[in-house]
């Protein structure tokens, strides 16, 4: 179909079905992939032993920011190469990313009924921001794809001096998701300091990206359709960043 499903008839249709959620599956399109709808880890049996329970959102919380890296390299895929079919995808794979950040939540809520140390207690608020902070990211991701569209319907393209700052700056923010999801599996003090610095380099960049694109602007070197496009693009990659290290910095606290 043309036009994507209303995501809050979506959210209720995914919800009547929830009884069977073992069983829904869904076949990415044209692509050699399954991704359940549902949470795979979390598991009500585990709440009677806490550290077990949060155990389990942890690889929950794994899953969703691999959900959430995939977004955000198929939307930068589009950028050179637009296909509505994939951007459909994101739009899919947004909708599990909300559910399990959902369901994460709600079962973190379980867990705090329950008698926890100090100790857990921290690790239980700090997934809570985690959990949050992730999909926010592919939120920024799918914005992207979004602009890729709007970029695409346009005809509109960067100048090559543009092409490189947003190819150089879209690197490290790779980079620096990359980074993030190793982290969620194994804390590594190396990692967490490669985002920071990151993350100084691509504030440093986005600001020189933008003034040298009004300078481009105002020599008329660029395309004027272009210019909100590359410089909403700057602002969602450093966002993207900017929450990458924000997981940095939750692990390094746990």
């Given at each position: 179909p043309n036009s994507f499903p209303n995501k809050?008839?979506?959210a209720v249709f995914i919800f009547l079905l929830k009884p069977f959620a073992r069983l829904i599956e869904k076949v990415i399109p044209g692509e050699e992939e399954i991704l359940p709808l549902w949470p795979e880890f979390l598991d009500d049996r585990?709440?009677?032993?806490?550290?077990?329970?949060l155990a389990c959102v942890r690889k929950e919380l794994q899953r969703e920011i691999v959900l959430v890296q995939k977004i955000f390299t198929d939307s930068l895929q589009l950028l050179n190469d637009y296909k509505e079919g994939k951007r459909q995808n994101i739009r899919y794979i947004e909708f599990i990313v909300d559910v399990l950040r959902r369901e994460?939540?709600?079962?973190?809520?379980?867990?705090?009924?329950?008698?926890?140390?100090p100790e857990l207690s921290q690790i239980l608020f700090t997934y809570t921001a985690m959990a949050n902070d992730i999909e926010r990211i592919g939120d920024h991701a799918v914005i992207l794809a979004k602009l890729a569209s709007n970029k695409f319907q346009a005809q509109v393209s960067f100048t090559e001096m543009g092409k490189r700052e947003l190819g150089e700056i879209e690197e490290e923010a790779s980079e620096n998701l990359r980074d993030a999801v190793s982290l969620i599996?194994?804390?590594?003090?190396?990692k967490i300091a490669n985002i920071a610095?990151?993350?100084?380099?691509i504030d440093v960049s986005v600001k020189e990206a933008r003034e040298r694109h009004l300078v481009r602007y105002y020599e008329g070197i660029c395309q004027a359709e272009a210019g909100p496009i590359f410089i909403e693009m700057l602002i969602h990659l450093e966002r993207i960043s900017d929450l990458c290290q924000n997981v940095a910095e939750y692990v390094d606290e746990l």
């Open positions: 809050h008839m979506f585990y709440l009677t032993n806490p550290t077990d329970a994460i939540v709600n079962f973190l809520r379980k867990i705090s009924c329950r008698q926890l140390s599996g194994k804390r590594d003090a190396e610095m990151r993350e100084e380099d």
